[in-house]
């Protein structure tokens, strides 16, 4: 069922029913009716279409930056749990450091310095998330580390580099992923609320948090204009998480099978 | 005289700790030679799965030497013995942990030869197949993860992997502590056919005076990182000199009701700092523990024949 | 006297591929007051089931299916949770095998043993303190007022099971299951815990039931003992005479398969071909057939009951028939 949560919400943005862009198709401010099920905007754009479009965009800014969030993350921590000494401690103090800072401060001025796009966006959110990625990366090889079939493929002759890639890998890859869903539900937290304060995504692309933008003064006349966008944040954020707790659930059922 | 294949002098490894260094091995010296089976006893805290991991390369000794088929390996870096490594492998303890949970039997078994790009594919996987006939699986195994086969199994395994590369010298590390009584009985006596058809020289890390003794040929007994007493397995079983080996053999609980054992004359410790010369085993003596002698002398050893010797101011006398 | 433990009929099953199969199956036995049972098998034989399932520590999957647990002659799986709570630790406790995760890392030692204490006694920490340093000593730790204020990390194994014994002894049970107690210490420790309870149950006229997989720990601790295999009961019987005269196969097997320093060193060590069952792949018949060197066709009709024969029970058809024949 949440397979299907996400599934609809990656293919939605294609199936859009009228052209987002369309300024005066309908009468501005409808509330929802036949023509437009989610209502119009104030410049009588079909509501729902935008919300698909928008879709898209969060979506896409969300993936991008938790891939990037993955790989600065990953190397983050392997290079920490692999080489330990100072460099360990070096790298995940510093990590600690941007993690005690507040994530939309830092967002607010890593945008401000660099100027919002589609571009920029995925890149300041993954970079925001991937303290976390990190620390989970590093006490994940450092735990593999120490196991005996470690010490037996050192003995069989693997150069660290090897080792790394193709004994510890595929150890911590599960927990990766994991930590891919919950970054995944972060990043679209992110990104709205950025995109809601002005800098994330500018008009006339639109994503969720900036349609919830536009529509937030009018909230009182016009609810649906911020209702509807923030409802298909919310459902989101809950699938994605929802969705690594399955995995979690799963990955904890098959490593203890069954032992008397 | 048959090679000494590994030839361990005066060995030391310290560990820096929170009050001060530790020393994990305490000059400890050993051979064993081409063929045979080594198998150092020792409990907890004595000392021998670190000089394991030193004979193995995977730790830097901080004194003394080894020499393994004549190289000397105690300050290579891990580049540098890496060529070695096709010579002298190593089973460990837990049959589960050792293996890769994520990979099937065949990857795991193939794992050595692929670290050094031997052969191609094909014949690799008939290699592997030769393997898992020789440790008593069958082909049907291959496709398996670890989680779907039994402790035994894992460790034969193991072995298979071990012996991927054709090495030398087998490294033991507890290796069948983890297994059920009837199990061990199984991987023992395909321990042993291995190294008959093989040529194996076997280094032996055990707890279990049993097994020690069913295994080797010569044995060293370890207490605190030192070698308190080496001999024989005749010499050891019957004639130990050291209070420590006599005590362990006490208190080894025999399923045999036609024998009886004799009791331990161990006595409960205390915690008294010791002289770092003089003897470890002292707090534990019941013939030491009120000697002046243990408390402050120098220990040395001393050599009953050629093979037999131990350190103690006051040995057991026949 | 009458029982202290008896266990009639008592089936765990777990979820498989096939449904639900038997972990332990039909199993019945009895202890007095006072008497060290053992408990010997193998992995997968359900002898760590069986302590579970005395003290209803069972969870799912697994299930007590059927049978009947007296407890001094009350059936306890009949008690709700909250009326079986209070034999856990007073009447019935339990030791496991390894010290350091049976003990709370971050509390003391003396916390550890007050807090037990005051489970099963309205007592002031005072005196609950004062209770705590005699148990420390009656279990053979030395200076015991300042091991009080020890904590688990700063101890050896052999101390930690003791203090673990101390705990368990601290509501003053009738009944003391160690579950390969001694297992994960070294030899000469063992030796000295297993002195430890020994007069511990000496002492207090305590029964302890001691499960282990180490023929010679049984050998050296027990009165009586029970084989098991594949979840059932195969042979029982006191100690002395089942393992100088074994009369089911699998306990003969399992003597032979030892390796101590009795052992022949020039020959194999006689080892029992193939492997214990799985849950989902059990024989119909007996259990042991498959492996059995003397099993002939009727031993797959149906699984043996126990029957008694020279003063021990054993659940085999052919034990008159083998037991004859060795004496030829």
Redesign the interface.
């Known amino acids: 069922m949440v397979l299907a949560i996400v599934t609809i919400c990656l293919f939605c943005p294609w199936i859009a029913p009228r052209d987002p862009y369309e300024i005066g198709a309908s009468e501005p401010f409808l509330g929802p009716n036949k023509t437009n099920w989610f209502g119009t905007d104030d410049l009588g754009r079909d509501l729902l279409s935008r919300i698909l479009y928008g879709g898209r965009i969060t979506i896409l800014v969300a993936i991008a930056a938790t891939v990037i969030a993955l790989i600065i993350g990953t190397a983050w921590g392997l290079a920490a749990g692999v080489r330990r000494g100072w460099l360990d401690e070096a790298l995940m103090r510093t990590a600690d450091a941007t993690m005690a800072i507040p994530q939309i401060l830092f967002g607010l001025v890593c945008i401000s310095a660099v100027g919002a796009s589609v571009i920029s966006l995925p890149i300041v959110v993954g970079f925001l998330l991937s303290p976390t990625t990190a620390r989970m990366a590093r006490s994940a090889v450092v735990t593999e580390l120490s196991s005996q079939y470690v010490v037996a493929a050192q003995a069989s002759g693997f150069t660290r580099t090897r080792l790394i890639w193709s004994e510890v890998m595929p150890n911590i890859a599960p927990q990766l992923l994991v930590q891919l869903s919950i970054n995944a539900a972060a990043a679209v937290m992110l990104e709205a609320t950025l995109s809601f304060i002005g800098l994330g995504i500018q008009p006339p692309n639109a994503s969720w948090g900036t349609l919830m933008l536009q529509g937030y003064a009018k909230i009182w006349n016009t609810y649906w204009f911020v209702a509807f966008p923030a409802l298909a944040v919310t459902i989101t954020i809950l699938a994605f998480n929802a969705y690594g707790e399955r995995i979690r659930k799963n990955l904890d059922s098959r490593k203890s099978t069954v032992n008397e | 005289m048959s090679a000494q294949i590994i030839d361990v002098k005066n060995l030391s490894r310290a560990f820096k700790g929170s009050g001060g260094s530790v020393l994990a091995l305490d000059s400890i010296s050993l051979t064993v030679k081409e063929g045979t089976t080594l198998a150092v006893v020792g409990?907890?805290g004595s000392g021998k799965t670190t000089a394991a991991r030193l004979i193995?390369g995977?730790d830097k000794a901080t004194g003394g030497s080894i020499t393994v088929l004549g190289q000397e390996i105690s300050q290579l870096s891990?580049?540098q013995i890496?060529p070695l490594?096709?010579e002298?492998?190593?089973v460990?303890?837990?049959p589960f942990?050792?293996?890769?949970?994520?990979?099937t039997v065949k990857r795991i078994i193939e794992?050595?030869m692929?670290?050094?790009k031997v052969g191609d594919k094909s014949s690799r996987e008939q290699r592997v197949i030769e393997l898992l006939e020789a440790v008593g699986l069958q082909k049907e195994h291959l496709t398996r993860k670890p989680?779907e086969l039994?402790?035994?199994?894992c460790q034969r395994v193991?072995i298979a992997?071990a012996l991927?590369?054709d090495p030398k010298i087998l490294i033991l590390d507890e290796a069948v502590s983890a297994l059920?009584?009837?199990?061990?009985?199984?991987v023992?006596?395909l321990l042993?056919?291995l190294q008959k058809v093989r040529g194996l020289t076997y280094l032996f890390i055990t707890?279990?005076?049993?097994?020690a003794?069913?295994m080797a040929d010569e044995i060293v007994v370890m207490f605190r990182g030192r070698i308190v007493e080496r001999g024989t397995?005749e010499e050891i079983?019957q004639t130990p000199r050291h209070h420590y080996t006599a005590?362990?053999?006490?208190?080894?609980?025999?399923?045999?009701?036609?024998?009886t054992?004799k009791s331990?004359h161990?006595v409960?410790a205390?915690a008294t700092p010791v002289k770092t010369d003089a003897c470890a085993y002292r707090s534990r003596c019941a013939v030491g523990r009120d000697k002046k002698d243990c408390a402050e002398k120098t220990l040395t050893e001393t050599m009953g024949s050629q093979t037999h010797g131990w350190i103690c101011h006051f040995p057991i006398n026949r | 006297m009458s029982n202290v433990i008896e266990v009639r009929n008592l089936t765990v099953t777990v979820p498989t591929s096939k449904g639900r199969s038997p972990v332990i199956e039909n199993l019945s036995f009895s202890m007095k007051q006072g008497e060290k049972l053992g408990l010997v098998g193998e992995s997968g034989s359900g002898k760590s089931l069986t302590a579970y399932s005395l003290m209803r520590l069972i969870k799912n999957p697994v299930q007590i299916d059927s049978g009947e647990i007296f407890i001094n002659g009350v059936n306890v799986l009949q008690l709700s949770e909250e009326d079986f709570r209070k034999y856990r630790g007073s009447e019935i406790a339990m030791i496991y095998q390894d010290p350091m995760s049976a003990l709370n890392p971050i509390m003391k030692v003396g916390d550890q043993i007050i807090e037990s204490i005051q489970l099963h006694k309205k007592i002031s920490h005072k005196d609950a303190l004062k209770l705590a340093v005699e148990s420390l000593e009656s279990v053979g730790i030395p200076e015991p007022e300042e091991r009080i204020n020890s904590y688990p990390f700063e101890m050896s194994g052999g101390m930690l099971q003791r203090v673990v014994i101390a705990i368990a002894l601290s509501g003053e049970p009738k009944i003391l299951i160690a579950d390969e107690a001694t297992t994960a210490l070294d030899v000469t420790t063992q030796e000295r815990v297993l002195t430890l309870l020994n007069r511990l149950a000496e002492e207090r006229n305590l029964s302890v039931l001691l499960i282990t997989h180490d023929l010679g720990v049984a050998a050296q601790f027990t009165d009586r003992i029970n084989v098991m295999y594949g979840g059932r009961l195969v042979e029982r019987g006191p100690i002395k005479d089942v393992f100088t005269d074994p009369l089911h196969p699998y306990t003969r097997a399992l003597l032979d398969s030892r390796c101590d320093y009795t052992v022949d060193v020039n020959q194999p060590i006689k080892s029992i071909a193939g492997q214990p069952p799985r849950p989902d792949n059990r024989p119909s018949g007996c259990v042991f057939a498959p492996r059995c060197e003397h099993a002939q066709e009727r031993c797959a009709d149906s699984a043996p009951e126990l029957r008694t024969f020279s003063a021990r029970e054993v659940a085999c058809v052919r034990v008159e028939e083998l037991a004859l024949g060795k004496k030829l």
Not at chain 2, 97 to 103: A, F, G, K
Not at chain 2, 150 to 153: C, K, L, P
Request: net charge positive.
């Open positions: 409990e907890s193995l995977l891990s580049n890496r490594r096709r002298i492998q190593v460990q303890q837990d942990s050792q293996l890769n949970r994520r990979h794992g050595p692929l670290a050094f989680h039994s402790g035994g199994q193991a992997r991927a590369l059920d009584v009837s199990v061990r009985a199984q023992l006596n042993k056919k707890h279990d005076l049993g097994v003794h069913y397995r079983f005590g362990l053999l006490a208190s080894v609980p025999v399923a045999d009701f036609s024998i054992k331990s161990e409960v205390q």
